[in-house]
């Protein structure tokens, strides 16, 4: 089995970062999209800001919610 990191980004005005409702509707909907697509999730899910090669408008935050997932490794053998 194989660990890769899984995520998603969300641009927001700066001040969502703070709030609890919203950084837990976040994570709700990165365990729901991974449990959708039959992955294990194996550590604990992450928000943080996430700085990019371009910066955000003013006022506005890039998050990045991340976790990592356990992949099965199917080798197909040649026969």
Known sequence: MTRS???????????????????AALTQHLRDRLTLQGYDIVAPIRIRPEAGQVPPPVGMLMLRVETEVEEFDIEVGED
């Open 5 to 23: 990191t899984y995520f998603i980004e969300s641009l927001v005005p700066s001040w969502l970062m703070h709030d609890g409702g919203y950084r």
